[in-house]
């Protein structure tokens, strides 16, 4: 028997950021799906080694970021929404990269079982497109407080198209820098 990948890999208008499309295997009885397979993924040109998954719950119009960790406690992240749908948003901080400060989309959702792979030296944010919405998702180094940054989840010079024009944002992450103003975290 011919083995199958699992995924589907497609490359956005920023190559780093990789939506992967798994393989759905349904019928009567519901459905199968592999999230994570290490050889597909490092195949792929996603040779990471996870950490730390986490999952968040949230309701409509929540936006959560634009967040991210810096050097050595940097992050790579493999996002899906496993419950509602999300405008999941990737922006490239890396001054040297020639698509720094540009930004990438893709919609999750527990329909498309879509994940979408943000690699490090990219800042990341949700907006919940649905009534609730749980996110998982895992990460390429563990948490660390002291390497957390952000920037403000509407920063004109990045001019995201957020699906919501008042959205629920933390006390933290309204009070997050401009672009403009971010320190070269990636050199």
Known sequence: MKYLMSFTFKKLKIPDVI?????????DRGFFLES???SDFASNGID?????DNISHSTKDVLRGLHFQSRPKSQAKLVTAI??????????????????GKWV???LSEDNHNLLYVPEGFAHGFCVLSKEADVYYKVSNEYSPKDE???IWNDPSLNIEWPVSKPIVSSSDSQLP???NLDDYFA
């Open 19 to 27: 939506l992967v499309e798994p393989k759905l295997l349904s019928d």
């Open 36 to 38: 994570f397979k290490e």
């Open 48 to 52: 990471v080694k996870f950490v730390q």
């Open 83 to 100: 419950k509602g749908e999300i405008l999941d948003v990737a922006v490239d901080i890396r001054k040297n990269s020639p698509t720094y």
């Open 105 to 107: 989309s893709e919609i």
């Open 149 to 151: 940054g952000g920037i």
């Open 178 to 180: 401009l672009f403009d």
